[in-house]
Nanobody, 123 residues
Framework: VQLQASGGGRVQAGGSLRLSCAASGRTFSSYAMGWFRQAPGKEREFVAV????????DYTDSVKGRFTISRDNAKNMVYLEMNSLKPEDTAVYYC?????????????????WGKGTQVTVSS
């Protein structure tokens, strides 16, 4: 599975962005998918995860109520809708695939990483 994230950009605080992750490979629908981010000088952190069937989702506490993860298995796409953006959301965002839902949350079970897309939120 190859992953390519897009949709990043620069927005003012309170604004919105929608990130997309395009996946190649016929087995995409069997993977849990997630989004991570890495801010300058910080470690990469988990942001959101969605199960292969979209039946389960989870988020890191700092984005709950503001971000929404979704997927379209027919299009091999994963999305991250980000609303009410804050300057602390500034980071490079990565999409990732794992054979397990928990593997995305812990970050220790990632099978594939995509290249990141920069999100910059100005105050």
């Amino acid at each position: 599975v190859q992953l390519q994230a897009s949709g990043g950009g620069r927005v003012q605080a309170g604004g919105s962005l929608r990130l997309s992750c395009a996946a190649s490979g016929r087995t995409f629908s069997s993977y849990a998918m997630g989004w991570f981010r890495q801010a300058p000088g910080k470690e990469r952190e988990f942001v959101a995860v969605i199960s292969w069937s979209s039946g389960s989702v989870d988020y890191t506490d700092s984005v709950k109520g503001r971000f929404t993860i979704s997927r379209d298995n027919a299009k091999n796409m994963v999305y991250l809708e980000m609303n009410s953006l804050k300057p602390e959301d500034t980071a490079v965002y990565y999409c990732a695939a794992s054979s397990t839902f928990r593997g995305v949350i812990t970050g220790s079970g990632i099978d594939y990483w995509g290249k990141g897309t920069q999100v910059t939120v100005s105050s």
